[in-house]
């Protein structure tokens, strides 16, 4: 696929003809340079943007066409998200944040309940349940970001440099989230510009100008 | 869902305290005002509409045609009731009412077989015919209204004063005596007592007597000439069917079989119109009716006060909800990245912007409920705020809430949901450059409001300050007025004034009918001594007591005042003012001296030496040019009113004095008094009560908005806190930091200077035409307005500026 920004003066391409196979249950860890377009790749991935050009096939359906409502409606039943920010909305407790993708699913409040606790007990923050973000370390605000990734058991989860705000312990422990959810089945794709962390993966994704320039099976 | 938004709503607005406080607050106040005004022109329009017979009642008018201008007025002579009504048969029923006008209170009397006698003065009171009941609908608690004042000698009275006359028992066929200047001293026994309606009236009473039994009644029944003695409120009610613009149309014609003949030899012409019952109050184009009118303009200006309050809290309102989205945009992005879809976003922004205005909603009939006391002082109205009757207008302040709330939410909801998310996830979100200059336009709109008002304050205030302090060609200070109202008090005038005049701090007394500031009835056409008819002019008159011009320091221009040493003067001399020299067309007043006015009066002349001229004075309120004044003596020593000139630093023992006086001479009345000034000033009710509206809303106008533009600049202050942070690093001093904030608002202040300035000169230069003598607006005005504007909005401003300037630039580029 390809990817390319264009201001009135400058074109930059951020993906340059990329291709990718991702199977279902692997862990993928991408890696390269600033601007080498990891993130847009990313995002194209997660359903939030779009490719200018060619396919991009999701499970095997091409998506890469599909309009806005389409691509909500999979990414909500399909892909989680964690961010380097985290990203939880500072309004909402610690429940009410890993709540919120159920929502959009219409999943009943009983339901939600049982999902939400279940999860949060996985995560081990169910003690604060009822906190709200800034009343917690950024170790649990990233564990609770996951909690939320992986609450509707979506097949992908995509991680956005997941540990970049941590510190090593807490970043440590948030890979062995990861690695848990990978050996239960989700399939995960992280962008990451530590090394350490893209070990716990099983494949490395090198970038460079938009293109993938080389892959490291881990061992 | 909606849980999670009103929980969402709620939680945002508790943690954004500060611009949750503006909106919600600023809105409430907003709606507060509209409110409150919306009750007073609610009340203004719904005079007189709660007769029965509302649709059908209409008021007979005249129009006078003097010096080719037109003059309206709400009264006709007596006999033109029975007259239309034999000439018209749309005319059901006619009634005929007059204000006990020559006086300002009336003396009641109660003499129970058991106990002491009970004496009040009573204002408003009216003589009625005995149909006045049968036309206007009035609750009665005792009698009946059919038949009320249908005998001689009865009286109606309102439950207030039967109260006080009869305590707790019945009034009805008890016998009150009623003294008055107008109808002189009589017996009349009580008819009926009802219960005021709580919608307002232009008929304003608090009792009425039977026009039958009074001295006025051989005076009317004598009545024959449809031209002359306008005295009488005529008012009919129409059958079924009838309109009052086909009955109009036929009035030509009644004039002229009636009236043409006097009308051709008095060259004094009229017409007549009339009137629905239900426009008394504000369309009648007069300057009074039956008690003051409302004005339009004033409802206008109110409400356009009104409308730019809530217009002002609204763009506050949707101002900051769009200032304040930016920081929402992380919210949207993780809403969408979690699988919202545009629809559930729209309606979740729309949620909370229809939460606060509904919360808004709610203040606002509580700011509402507690400030309409106050309100209705301010405004002089008697203003209700009752559910029942108030629905429709709750329900549409209800509706325009919610629209505010919607519109306010709109920007957000569709603006921010349809950003991608990743884009207001990645990347601080911005608002467009659109949205900024839309932002800046409406507090420029905000504080052109504030500005024109701030501008109408001052120049209401000036020309009260202006009325207050005009030297208005007389005495003014320490003259104390004693009413003489009924026929002892009139007799006592001559003994009285000497006892009055041996106090020490006693200038000058004098006696007149009436005195500078109080409406004065009386005026005929005078001509100079070789004029025709077609010359008259209209000449307002007095009539005196030798010391009254002396009383009042009027001082003559040529020839001299009435002076016991002069006998000859008596009712036939008179002294004019120098306008009436003017009008009557004498070369000066020394050549007016000892020259003769005429009079005429059913076919005879006569005739005026004028004995003395002097300068002119304000016997009316500024509103009203200087007319032609004349004084006459008095035949007999019975006045309206005793005048004294003090000049003392102890008034209160002066009116002790006065007081112990009057109780001797006259034990059973009591002793009342006011002063001239305060009398004068009276008539500047309406401005007053104008000035403090404009004033208070002025006040309100500035403090939204001010609350507005300290959200715009808390929220610039947080937009720009890298920029501050990185000029702090690079040796930026707080000075230039808090200019650099503020210069951005005060610009935007300017603007609205420039352009508000203008509009608020038209508007008060229009309001200010209504006077006679009025001030000017200075170049000062706008001066004032311009500085106090600027730095209201600076020291607003500047407290957010100090304050992100006086941050840590560690902590500001951390933050970032």
Redesign the interface.
């Given at each position: 696929m390809e990817k390319i920004y264009r201001t009135e003066e400058v074109e930059t391409v951020a993906l340059n003809k990329l291709n990718l196979d991702v199977k279902e249950g692997e862990f993928v860890a991408v890696m390269g340079p600033s601007g080498c377009g990891k993130?847009t790749l990313l995002?194209i991935l997660?359903l939030?943007?779009e490719p200018d050009s060619g396919s991009f096939l999701f499970n095997g359906i091409e998506v890469a066409k599909y309009n806005?409502?389409k691509r909500?409606?999979l990414?909500?039943?399909n892909i989680g998200?964690v961010?380097q920010s985290f990203?939880?909305?500072?309004?909402?407790t610690v429940f009410?944040n890993v709540e919120?993708?159920l929502?959009?699913?219409g999943v009943t409040a009983a339901d939600r309940k049982t999902r939400v606790e279940d999860v949060l007990d996985k995560m081990q923050i169910m003690h604060r349940r009822n906190h709200y973000p800034q009343q917690l370390s950024g170790g649990q605000q990233q564990r609770v970001a996951v909690a939320?990734a992986v609450v509707n058991k979506p097949k992908l989860i995509l991680a956005d440099e997941p540990t970049g705000n941590l510190d090593s312990s807490n970043g440590n422990e948030v890979m062995q989230l990861l690695t848990d959810l990978n050996e239960q089945g989700t399939t995960i794709i992280m962008v990451t510009h530590s090394e350490h962390d893209a070990r716990y993966s099983h494949r490395i994704v090198r970038m460079l100008d938009g293109q993938t320039v080389l892959e490291n099976i881990m061992v | 869902?909606f849980r999670?938004y009103l929980?969402?709503a709620w939680?945002?607005l508790k943690?954004n305290k500060v611009f949750t406080f503006i909106n919600v607050f600023g809105l409430s106040i907003g709606l507060t005002c509209c409110l409150l005004i919306s009750l007073y022109i609610y009340h203004e329009t719904s005079y007189d509409s709660y007769h029965k017979n509302a649709s059908r009642l209409v008021q007979l008018g005249t129009t006078f045609i003097r010096d080719g201008k037109a003059e309206r007025t709400p009264n006709c002579p007596a006999p033109m009731a029975a007259a239309m009504q034999q000439e018209f048969p749309e005319i059901e029923k006619t009634t005929r009412l007059m204000k006990l006008f020559a006086e300002d209170k009336t003396l009641l009397q109660y003499n129970p077989q058991n106990g002491p006698a009970k004496t009040f003065y009573e204002t408003k009171g009216y003589m009625a015919d005995s149909t006045f009941f049968q036309l206007f609908s009035y609750q009665f608690i005792e009698g009946n209204p059919a038949t009320a004042l249908g005998s001689p000698n009865t009286v109606v009275l309102s439950e207030e004063i039967a109260k006080k006359l009869f305590g707790n028992e019945p009034a009805l066929n008890k016998t009150i005596s009623i003294s008055s200047n107008t109808n002189g001293d009589t017996t009349f026994t009580v008819a009926g007592v009802y219960k005021p309606f709580k919608k307002p009236s232009q008929i304003d009473a608090r009792f009425f007597v039977s026009i039958r039994g009074g001295r006025m009644e051989p005076f009317i029944n004598q009545q024959t000439d449809m031209l002359n003695n306008n005295m009488f409120h005529t008012f009919f009610l129409l059958k079924p069917g009838a309109t009052a613009a086909s009955l109009q149309a036929k009035f030509p014609l009644f004039v002229e079989k009636y009236m043409k003949k006097d009308m051709e030899a008095t060259k004094n012409y009229k017409s007549q119109f009339l009137l629905p019952v239900t426009d008394m109050h504000l369309h009648s184009n007069m300057k009074a009716n039956i008690t003051p009118v409302g004005s339009m303009t004033s409802l206008y200006v109110l409400g356009s006060i009104a409308l730019f309050t809530l217009l002002i809290a609204c763009i506050n309102f949707m101002n900051l909800s769009t200032a304040r989205s930016s920081k929402r945009s992380?919210?949207v992005?993780?809403?969408?990245?979690?699988?919202?879809?545009?629809s559930?976003l729209i309606k979740q922004f729309m949620g909370e912007s229809i939460v606060m205005s509904l919360i808004a909603f709610l203040l606002a009939i509580v700011f509402a409920l507690l400030l309409l006391p106050g309100f209705s002082f301010v405004s002089g109205r008697e203003l209700q705020f009752s559910l029942p009757e108030h629905v429709p207008l709750l329900a549409g302040f209800f509706c325009l809430a919610l629209l505010t709330g919607l519109f306010a939410g709109s920007y957000p909801a569709f603006y921010l949901s349809s950003f991608?998310?990743?884009k207001v996830?990645?990347s601080r979100f911005s608002n467009s450059m659109a949205t900024l200059a839309l932002r800046k336009g409406l507090v420029v709109f905000q504080f052109m409001i504030s500005v024109v008002l701030i501008i109408a304050a001052v120049v209401i205030g000036n020309q009260m300050r202006y009325m207050q302090t005009k030297d208005l060609g007389f005495s003014k200070d320490q003259q104390i007025v004693i009413p003489l109202r009924s026929n002892t008090s009139k007799n006592i005038y001559t003994a009285l004034k000497n006892e009055v005049k041996r106090n020490d701090g006693v200038l000058q007394v004098g006696a007149s009918f009436y005195y500078p500031g109080i409406m004065n009835p009386s005026d005929i056409l005078m001509r100079k001594e070789g004029q025709s008819l077609d010359d008259q002019k209209d000449v307002f008159l007095n009539t005196i007591d030798e010391n009254f011009l002396q009383t009042l320091d009027i001082k003559p221009l040529a020839g001299r005042l009435f002076s016991e040493q002069f006998p000859g003067d008596t009712a036939e001399r008179i002294i004019v003012n120098a306008e009436a020299i003017k009008q009557l067309g004498f070369a000066s007043a020394g050549d007016a001296v000892g020259k003769t006015l005429l009079f005429d009066w059913r076919g005879e002349t006569h005739r005026f030496p004028i004995v003395g001229v002097v300068k002119d004075f304000h016997f009316q309120d500024l509103r009203v040019p200087i007319l032609p004044y004349g004084f006459f003596l008095n035949n007999r020593t019975s006045y309206n009113y005793l005048v004294v000139h003090a000049n003392t630093g102890n008034l209160s023992s002066l009116l002790k004095n006065i007081g112990a006086s009057w109780h001797k001479l006259n034990p059973n009345e009591p002793f009342e008094y006011s002063f001239m000034d305060e009398d004068f000033q009276k008539n500047y009710d309406g401005e007053n009560k104008l000035q403090g509206m404009v004033d208070s809303f002025t006040i309100i106008a500035i403090l939204i908005s001010c609350l507005g533009l300290f959200g715009l600049a808390t929220f610039s202050a947080e937009q720009r806190i890298k920029e501050i942070g990185i000029r702090k690093v690079l040796g930026a001093s707080v000075s230039s930091l808090v200019g650099l904030l503020s210069k951005e608002f005060v610009r935007l202040v300017l603007i609205a200077l420039v352009i508000a300035s203008p509009i608020a000169w038209f508007v008060m230069n229009k309001w200010l035409e209504d006077f006679a003598y009025r001030t000017s607006i200075g170049w000062w005005v706008f001066a004032t307005t311009g500085v106090t504007a600027l730095v209201i909005a600076l020291i607003t401003v500047s407290f957010q500026a100090v304050k992100a300037a006086l941050t840590n630039p560690v902590k500001n580029l951390r933050t970032e």
């Open positions: 993130s995002n997660g939030l943007d806005e409502r909500a409606d990414r909500k039943r998200f961010f990203n939880l909305i500072d309004e909402l009410e919120l993708p929502i959009y699913l939320r | 869902m999670n929980k969402i939680r945002s943690k992380a919210e992005g993780v809403r969408k990245v979690l699988g919202a879809d545009r559930s991608k998310p990743i996830l990645k």
